[in-house]
């Protein structure tokens, strides 16, 4: 995958490629495992942020946060589609950058940007120990494969992508007889992970007997599993789990949040996720604790009836 497929993409969607294949093959690698509605929503959006940058110039490989908060200032809608918009273009480049095709991530500057109350903490958080809980109930009844990713989306936090790729044989064990996976994310940095046996088994579960070679993910005719199919059935998981659609980067959100908040040092969390930056860590602090602070629960006590 190389960087022209951004401006491919940005050719299809504004509808100036030749075709509608183009169009449907890229919007099923971003938007897969979302709600139609969602997937709607957000090609819509994205097709009109590219044509607005096609009319001002906007280089669609390096946009900059103020080019989007530019384009946001000139649309005469609510505050909530303004949210809205930025949230598919910035969904957008999420998974460009996931696919290496670009490091672009615009975000406005903070005094611009239109707020929804309570989206932003709740699309950091991930989800609750609980629901993680009920969506892993809902994989182990789903089978081997659903309960595998999960699992190991869970505990170690890997990108979709890093988890795809992961081989019988990168089940591998140390001297102190733990699971590593060493993988190469995001510019092929490579990091190694600890798997725990929660999900290594699951893993060999769903490996069923194949070579070190092998993929631990593929489908029934033994091709490698997608993101597109992945995404797609963690949504139907998420929905079977009562969750409504969960996409496979909200379990490495959780992952964060429940590791932070049980004490894990922040550093070894930055080591896990691979990020480049301890700010981009930080973040999960920062919503973690915004959430703990909240005086909701002691304020029901006062209300409730005697």
């Known amino acids: 995958m190389t960087l022209d497929l951004v401006t491919t993409a940005s050719n299809a969607l504004s509808r100036t490629a030749d075709g509608s294949g183009a169009l449907e093959a890229m919007q099923a690698r971003w938007l897969g495992g979302l709600s139609g509605s969602t997937r709607r929503a957000y090609g819509a959006d994205v097709r009109d942020w590219l044509r607005w ?93 659903s309960a595998a990713l999960v699992s190991l989306l869970l505990t170690t936090g890997l990108r979709i992508s890093e988890a795809l790729s992961v081989t019988v044989g990168d089940l591998t064990h140390d001297r102190g007889g733990r699971t590593l996976v060493t993988v190469c994310g995001k510019g092929n940095k490579t990091r190694t992970v600890v798997v725990p046996p929660l999900a290594v088994e699951r893993c060999h579960a769903a490996a069923d007997g194949r070579g070190d070679d092998e993929p631990v993910f593929v489908t029934r005719t033994g091709r490698p599993w997608s993101q597109r199919e992945a995404r797609y059935q963690m949504a139907r998981l998420g929905r079977a789990a009562g969750l409504g659609d969960v996409h496979p980067h909200q379990l490495r959100h959780t992952a964060a949040t429940l590791a932070l908040t049980d004490g894990t040092n922040i550093e070894v969390v930055r080591d896990m996720l691979g990020h480049s930056s301890l700010a981009t860590t930080q973040r999960y602090v920062a919503a973690a604790a915004s959430v703990d602070r909240s005086p909701a629960y002691r304020l029901a006590e006062k209300i409730a009836p005697a």
């Open 53 to 145: 940058c096609a009319e001002h110039g906007v280089d669609t490989l390096r946009p900059t946060g103020r080019d989007l908060s530019q384009y946001l200032d000139g649309l005469e809608v609510s505050t909530a589609t303004k949210a809205r918009r930025m949230a598919g273009v910035r969904s957008f480049y999420a998974w460009a950058r996931d696919e290496e095709i670009t490091t672009a991530d615009p975000m406005p500057p903070r005094a611009s940007r239109p707020r929804v109350r309570g989206s932003d903490a709740r699309r950091i958080l991930g989800l609750t120990a609980p629901e993680a809980s009920a969506l892993m109930g809902a994989a182990d009844a789903h089978g081997p494969r």
